[in-house]
């Protein structure tokens, strides 16, 4: 079992910054990959980011490569997403989830546990 805990969304303007956060318990946080998720009203679930189990390999969508950098803290049990450059597209609901075979999939059906949620909105 894996509890994913998300934070730090908030409104900001265009061209600004959050770091949200992912707080993990549970299984061993070493064991397993990270992913970033988000979702708009009226859009499907998708893929932002991903990051191995070490940290070492990290994977963006194309939409937010260059502004998005996803880091993880193993020390903490923690892994972060940087946003920076925020456009209001971006606006969305951002979770986290955890896969458990440690790859770091864009598929978000490779995904056994999901946080709940933090909203980002990002107005013009």
């Known amino acids: 079992q894996v509890q994913l805990v998300e934070s730090g969304g908030g409104l900001v303007q265009a061209g600004g910054s959050l770091r949200l956060s992912c707080a993990a318990s549970?299984?061993?946080?070493?064991?397993?990959?990270m992913g970033w998720f988000r979702q708009a009203p009226g859009k499907e679930r998708e893929f932002v980011s991903a990051i191995t189990r070490s940290g070492g390999m990290t994977a963006y969508a194309d939409s937010v490569k260059g502004r998005f950098t996803t880091s993880r803290d193993n020390a903490k049990n923690t892994v972060y997403l940087q946003m920076n450059s925020l456009k209001p597209e971006d606006t969305a609901v951002y979770y986290c989830a955890a896969d458990l075979r440690g790859y770091g999939s864009r598929l978000s059906s490779s995904y056994e546990y999901w946080g709940q949620g933090t909203q980002v909105t990002v107005s013009s």
């Open positions: 549970g299984r061993t946080f070493t064991t397993y990959a």
